[in-house]
Nanobody, 126 residues
């Protein structure tokens, strides 16, 4: 297992940008697919983006095309979520997830083998 710690959340005005970071510790020797989910108040947790171990494959949710990008630095055991042109509807708690091995699609991140961070709050004011 790995332990995940997110950072970089906060309060930002609409149109602004934030970069979230998620650093893994523990059994980081495995090749993990890593990704981001978010959960807005009163809503279910939803998938945002994920990236393969090599970084060659990314998975996007249809609701966030273009404005958000994901990247990773395996040397730092860290995955990033760059969020631009933020909107009030992006307000949510953002969760990092890591799943051992490759995935066939985002749904696989819900697998019981996945590890989750505690989340970081992003609030976008209008």
């Amino acid at each position: 297992q790995v332990q995940l710690v997110e950072s970089g959340g906060g309060l930002v005005q609409a149109g602004g940008s934030l970069r979230l970071s998620c650093t893994a510790s523990g059994r980081t020797g495995s090749t993990y697919t890593m990704g981001w989910f978010r959960q807005a108040p009163g809503k279910e947790r939803e998938f945002v983006l994920a990236i393969s171990w090599s970084g060659a494959i990314t998975y996007y949710a249809g609701t966030v095309p273009g404005r958000f990008t994901i990247s990773r630095d395996n040397g730092k055991n860290t995955v990033y979520l760059q969020m631009n042109s933020l909107k009030p509807e992006d307000t949510a708690v953002y969760y990092c997830v890591a799943r051992p091995g490759p995935i066939s699609g985002p749904a696989a991140l819900w697998d019981e083998s996945s590890n989750w961070g505690q989340g970081t709050q992003v609030t976008v004011s209008s």
